[in-house]
């Protein structure tokens, strides 16, 4: 700001007083380069810094200098991403107490849960929002569910050989999960109806038997005495 000096010059009993105006100019507290890793930041119309980093990157090193060699800048240094949006603040400050802030955002993007393949035996399954359907013939009882992930650091579970498959539909889960992000993928297998004709009824004395088409057998029950 503005700075007055009086000047007063002295000759005999003359004297003659001169005022000197110093002005003394804020402090510049710009930044004049944000770095993470070899790549310069260039802030955006609200002067914000962002940046974005593979999944893969759990932590980053922000390193800022400021425009003036009076001023010092705060809050550089390692930092620890969760998945998502990471906001930090740098402050740059003059010997004058004076500072200005500013932000830096970080986005980790979330992890690829994506199924590279499905495939049950030799045939390589197609999925509709993540659900894989698959249909099998009645006398097929079990089938090995095989799964592969897009992202090769991925955990894949719920593959493998399905047992006991039931006449209709037949639901699996295959979830895929990277740290504590996971996605569930669905498998349907339709198992047909048996193709062979069934008796219209079994009545056993009066009694009319139970069908189960699963094995086909009847069932009845008499009494003791019949």
Same mark, same amino acid.
């Given at each position: 700001g503005k700075n007055e000096v009086t000047l007063t010059v002295t000759n005999g009993e003359a004297t003659q007083a001169y005022t000197v105006e110093i002005t003394r100019e804020t402090a510049v507290l710009t930044l004049a380069e944000v770095k993470i890793g070899e +790549? +310069?930041? %260039?802030? =955006? #119309? =609200? #002067?914000?810094? *962002?940046? %974005?980093?593979? *999944? +893969?990157? /759990? /932590?980053?090193?922000i390193v800022a200098s400021a425009t003036k060699s009076y001023a010092k800048v705060e809050g550089t240094g390692e930092k620890t991403l969760v998945v998502g949006e990471n906001t930090f603040t740098l402050t740059v400050k003059a010997d004058s107490d004076a500072t200005q802030q500013y932000t830096v955002k970080i986005t980790r993007e979330t992890a690829d849960l994506t199924l590279k393949e499905v495939k049950i035996g030799d045939e390589v399954l197609t999925a509709q929002d993540r659900i894989y359907t698959y249909d099998v013939a009645n006398d097929v009882t079990e089938v090995a569910i095989l799964a592969t992930a897009n992202n090769s650091g991925a955990i894949v579970q719920g593959a493998g050989v399905k047992q006991n498959l039931a006449v209709g539909e037949n639901r699996f889960e295959i979830i895929v999960s990277v740290g504590d992000e996971h996605a569930t993928h669905i498998v349907i297998v339709n198992r047909a109806k048996s193709s062979v004709k069934t008796i219209a009824s079994i009545t056993v004395d009066g009694t009319a038997a139970t069908y189960n088409q699963d094995n086909a057998t009847y069932t009845a029950t008499v009494g003791k005495y019949t």
């Open positions: +790549t +310069t930041l %260039t802030a =955006d #119309g =609200d #002067g914000v810094y *962002n940046h %974005t980093v593979a *999944n +893969t990157v /759990s /932590s980053v090193t």
